[in-house]
């Protein structure tokens, strides 16, 4: 098994977090005991930051002590691999989704390091009180993507701290081509931040570009 970032591990082509609550699921995952400890297996199919880390992510700047804004939380499932990873650090989870919130409390009662907020990240205003952080990850279904993130980047991301972003094409145009969308949305973002890596997902995620920035 090799560590293949702080706290992410790869064996034979799986990518794997150590688990924090032992014996627990979060999304029906496989739980593996390798050597005494419990790991649980990241899917790729079902978290785009697993998805950029098996086409090759060679960026990842959250660490175990890192401060994280997660922006489009969901019901959890990437951000309980983040709560793994961050041993020493933590998230704050935005989701505007009340029906998504209810499971994500659940999650949130057991993973301490996730601090849940039911909020539009539209308005960052609304949770100003996050302060600044070092990583804003970003995976939200929606036409403002880019809008959002150079607002929540503004409001908290610490200078040269990162931002990673997926970038569902389909959410802002589906009449227009992927590639078209993209370079729209990298000259919108390439205005404040600094585009350090790019990560098509397929075969993962269709119609995906991931996105690692850098504030300048
Ligand atoms: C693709 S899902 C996120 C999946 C999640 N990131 C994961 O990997 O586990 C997108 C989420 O963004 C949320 N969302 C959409 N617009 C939002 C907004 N303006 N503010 C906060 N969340 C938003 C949706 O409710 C949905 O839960």
Redesign the pocket.
């Known amino acids: 098994m090799k560590e293949i970032f702080e706290n992410i591990f790869e064996e034979e082509g799986r990518i794997l977090t150590r688990n924090m609550l032992p014996g627990k699921k979060v999304y029906g995952e496989n739980l593996l005991k390798i050597q005494g400890t419990e790991y649980r297996a990241w899917n790729p199919t079902?978290?785009?930051?697993c998805a950029a880390i098996k086409k090759g992510l060679v960026h990842n700047p959250i660490k175990h002590n890192s401060a994280v804004l997660?922006?489009?939380?969901?019901?959890?499932?990437?951000?309980s691999h983040l709560s793994d990873i961050l041993t020493n650090g933590g998230a704050f989870a935005?989701?505007?989704?009340a029906h998504?919130m209810k499971t994500l409390l659940q999650l949130c009662e057991k993973r301490e390091n996730i601090i849940p907020i039911l909020?539009?990240?539209?308005q960052p205003d609304k949770y100003r009180d996050v302060g600044e952080v070092d990583v804003v990850y970003e995976?939200?279904?929606?036409p403002?993507q880019a809008d959002?993130l150079l607002k929540n980047c503004r409001m908290f991301l610490k200078r040269g701290g990162y931002a990673m972003i997926?970038i569902?094409s389909q959410s802002i145009d589906v009449t227009r081509k992927p590639a078209e969308i993209y370079a729209e949305v990298e000259r919108e973002l390439s205005t404040e931040l600094e585009i350090v890596e790019r990560i098509n997902l397929e075969p993962f995620e269709m119609d995906h570009l991931f996105l690692v920035l850098k504030k300048k």
């Open positions: 079902r978290s785009k930051l997660y922006l489009g939380a969901a019901t959890g499932t990437t951000i935005v989701e505007i989704s998504s909020a539009d990240a539209r995976d939200v279904a929606s403002e959002i997926a569902k």
